[in-house]
């Protein structure tokens, strides 16, 4: 797999259109909802994010550990949802302006994006450090001409996998029952 750093979002406009390619060529995305303390509530803006996104939700855990990024804080609660890649859920996606926004306290932390259960764009907002993992040149091309800075790293990187096949297939069955 082929690493590619994602190094800026010049506009809305180009952080739209790749919110829109990233929905349409995944299969799911994940957030990490932060709260200070098990006890401590999600602040507004977490809740009305999770309120958004709850159809499209297709399993979560606590965690320590998410693409590219590993925490040892043991007080502070992070929880990794991860929701259907439905082009329905493009204007709650749309809310912020740029990749690096989310983040804490505003928004959920860390938005990935994933194709046959591996995380194929992986966001560590705080650290303003975005990738893109593809064995695809085309997929690089296609974000280069949305307007995105995406530079060829490293080659033969091993990549985050989460499988959710058994989940996604339950989604998929639920909404054409609808």
């Given at each position: 797999?082929?690493?590619?750093?994602?190094?800026?979002?010049?506009?809305?406009?180009?952080?739209?259109?790749?919110?829109?390619?990233?929905?349409?060529?995944?299969?799911?995305?994940?957030?990490?909802?932060?709260?200070?303390?098990?006890?401590?509530?999600?602040?507004?803006?977490?809740?009305?994010?999770?309120?958004?996104?709850?159809?499209?939700?297709?399993?979560?855990?606590?965690?320590?550990?998410?693409?590219?990024?590993?925490?040892?804080?043991?007080?502070?609660?992070?929880?990794?949802?991860?929701?259907?890649?439905?082009?329905?859920?493009?204007?709650?996606?749309?809310?912020?302006?740029?990749?690096?926004?989310?983040?804490?306290p505003r928004a959920p932390m860390d938005l990935c994006f994933y194709k046959n259960?591996?995380?194929?764009?992986?966001?560590?907002?705080?650290?303003?450090?975005?990738?893109?993992?593809?064995?695809?040149?085309?997929?690089?091309?296609?974000?280069?001409?949305?307007?995105?800075?995406?530079?060829?790293?490293?080659?033969?990187?091993q990549v985050f996998y989460y499988d959710l096949t058994k989940e996604m297939n339950?989604?998929?069955?639920?909404?054409?029952?609808?």
């Open positions: 797999m082929k690493e590619y750093f994602v190094d800026e979002i010049k506009n809305k406009k180009v952080y739209d259109n790749f919110i829109q390619y990233m929905l349409e060529h995944s299969d799911f995305f994940s957030v990490v909802y932060f709260r200070n303390r098990k006890d401590s509530p999600l602040n507004k803006y977490l809740k009305n994010y999770k309120k958004a996104l709850r159809p499209y939700i297709l399993h979560a855990e606590n965690t320590r550990k998410w693409p590219n990024t590993e925490t040892w804080d043991g007080r502070s609660v992070y929880r990794i949802a991860f929701y259907y890649a439905d082009m329905e859920c493009y204007d709650i996606l749309t809310r912020v302006n740029d990749i690096f926004e989310w983040h804490y259960g591996y995380c194929w764009f992986a966001l560590t907002a705080h650290e303003e450090m975005a990738y893109l993992y593809t064995d695809n040149d085309r997929d690089a091309e296609a974000l280069r001409n949305l307007g995105l800075e995406v530079t060829y790293t490293e080659d033969n990187v339950h989604y998929r069955t639920k909404r054409s029952n609808q």
